[in-house]
């Protein structure tokens, strides 16, 4: 096992072959330099997924592993280069294929492949396939986004975050799964960096091996984090089912990792093994393919004139603040270039809906039922003087139906958001935040909490609260927008049924959640 400091100088040392093995990985550059021969074992033991739909095309993924937890994070696969054929059809039986081609899955890429196929029709369902060593994959559906003038009747996805693998079983995916969607939306902690539980446990019974319990410091060590978590047939049958738009958290690196703060050298060899890693085992674009330990994974994607998705990096470019520092104008949660790139989005669109896929909540979180404000560490509270630009911003630039999907509190809630927490007299309500819970962090919920108690009634703007595990499932039309918060009532074991725990609806030009109790 190298050291951090070593993988820091082996990255930076593989900067060009790591460009190659990307352009090889996504097709963009043909080459016979590969081995061909039958592998030995089934190599689509972690699936098939896609991403980041466009109106003509959208991003494939597999990562080929016959041994997918090896501990020299190969995958089995060792250091040979593999040819992998991709297809792309209008049928699940792939009489009609529209596209396909051959890429190469790399060891410098964990022979990871994104082939990005486009030459679409706008709004189809397609179905996709991979074939390598003469064994094929599962078939994995997707759809295109719509095209980008299109006026679009309705939209339906799925949000989640926080999805813990030793924290519980992942039976969420599996309603998920089954459910009719268009496209699934991660707020991040995809992994965790360790195990926040004693003793973690197999989804499928037995203990994890001792080099599944180390913290992950090395890309090899994250790589077979991601082939844990990406072994679940659940998680896998999520992936397969729908394209995905992705943002990462914290944990993707480690607890409460901010990039904003000059790391030295040996520090960044950790994002950058990280990020690799992430980008190996996620339908993402080469336009997110890390360079070190930076990142570029905030963008906009369009779902016609129906909706604009925002989604941001509220880590790579944080900076520390504190309470005393919470309006200090050189505090900033997004950096100054993401900030003025998120509000004079707000005037370029022409999309009816604006949805912001961010992190930790937006709205101010008082966990103390005092006068003085006991505001939560680690998140926009610390950022108050760019919080207020923004939702100000969007306030002057008449953004009548704002958004917010936030995550990493493990928590459902529904929030209104102002302009100015400080001064609610005075404030302007601008939008809805709506906080998705954990897939299967902390374990099994419960409807409530003491902690739950204390924020509702120390913040009025916070209308509902629920400490159980699920996601949320979010319809859009012309006329409104509405949230369902589906639970678990356990995720210690398997087979969970789902409820509907609430369903909170935006109206069109109405800024603020109402609960809709009669659609419930």
């Known amino acids: 096992m190298v050291t951090r400091l070593n993988s820091r100088r082996l990255f930076l040392g593989a900067t060009g072959a790591g460009a190659a093995a990307v352009m090889l990985g996504t097709g963009r550059w043909a080459t016979t330099d590969a081995w061909s021969a039958p592998v030995s074992d089934y190599p689509f033991t972690l699936g098939v997924a896609s991403g980041d739909p466009l109106p003509d095309g959208v991003v494939l993924w597999?990562?080929?592993?016959?041994?997918?937890?090896?501990?020299?994070?190969?995958?089995?696969?060792?250091?040979?280069?593999?040819?992998?054929?991709?297809?792309?059809?209008e049928d699940e039986a792939f009489s009609t294929v529209v596209r396909s081609g051959v890429v190469t899955a790399t060891p410098e890429l964990g022979h990871s492949v994104h082939p990005e196929v486009d030459g679409l029709k706008p709004d189809r369902e397609y179905f996709y396939r991979f074939s390598s060593g003469g064994e094929i994959s599962p078939v994995g559906r997707t759809r295109t986004a719509p095209a980008r003038n299109a006026d679009l009747d309705d939209l339906r996805f799925a949000f989640a975050s926080c999805q813990s693998y030793e924290g519980g079983q992942y039976t969420a995916y599996q309603h998920m799964a089954a459910d009719d969607l268009d496209l699934v939306v991660h707020l991040g902690d995809y992994i965790y960096e360790e195990s926040y539980v004693a003793d973690p446990q197999f989804h499928d019974g037995g203990a994890l091996p001792d080099h599944l319990l180390t913290e992950c410091l090395t890309l090899e060590r994250y790589r077979t984090q991601y082939s844990l978590y990406k072994l679940d047939e659940h998680l896998q049958a999520a992936h397969q089912q729908f394209p995905w738009l992705f943002t990462f958290d914290d944990h993707e690196v480690h607890n409460n990792w901010q990039g904003g703060n000059d790391p030295t050298d040996e520090e960044s060899a950790r994002p950058a093994a990280a990020f690799q890693a992430m980008y190996e085992n996620l339908p993402l674009r080469s336009t997110q393919r890390p360079d070190g330990p930076d990142i570029q994974i905030y963008r906009k994607l369009h779902y016609g004139r129906l909706a604009d998705f925002t989604l941001l990096d509220s880590h790579s470019f944080r900076n520390a603040s504190s309470q005393a520092e919470r309006f200090d104008p050189d505090r900033t949660n997004l950096g100054?270039?993401?900030?003025?790139?998120?509000?004079?989005?707000?005037?370029?669109?022409?999309?009816?809906?604006?949805?912001?896929?961010?992190?930790?909540?937006?709205a101010e979180s008082d966990r103390d039922p005092d006068p003085e404000v006991k505001r939560l560490v680690a998140s926009w509270d610390l950022y108050a003087r760019e919080r207020n630009l923004i939702l100000q911003a969007a306030h002057d630039r008449e953004v009548d139906n704002l958004v917010v999907l936030s995550g990493d509190r493990h928590t459902n809630q529904v929030q209104d958001l102002l302009t100015d927490y400080d001064n609610l007299d005075e404030a302007e309500l601008v939008g809805a935040e709506f906080v998705g819970t954990s897939l299967s962090s902390n374990g099994d919920g419960?409807?409530?909490?003491?902690?739950?108690?204390?924020?509702?009634?120390?913040?009025?703007?916070?209308?509902?609260?629920n400490y159980q595990r699920g996601y949320s499932r979010v319809t859009v039309d012309r006329d409104r927008l509405a949230n369902e918060f589906l639970v678990l009532p356990y995720v210690s074991e398997p087979g969970s049924p789902i409820e509907l725990r609430a369903r909170y609806v935006v109206e069109d030009g109405v800024p603020g959640a109402v609960e809709d109790i009669v659609n419930r």
């Open 62 to 89: 597999t990562r080929l592993a016959t041994d997918p937890l090896a501990e020299d994070g190969h995958g089995g696969m060792g250091l040979r280069k593999v040819p992998v054929r991709y297809q792309v059809a």
């Open 336 to 362: 100054f270039e993401q900030r003025d790139w998120l509000i004079d989005s707000f005037s370029d669109s022409t999309a009816q809906w604006q949805i912001i896929g961010n992190q930790q909540p937006m």
């Open 446 to 465: 419960a409807d409530t909490s003491p902690v739950g108690e204390a924020l509702m009634e120390c913040n009025p703007h916070m209308k509902f609260y």
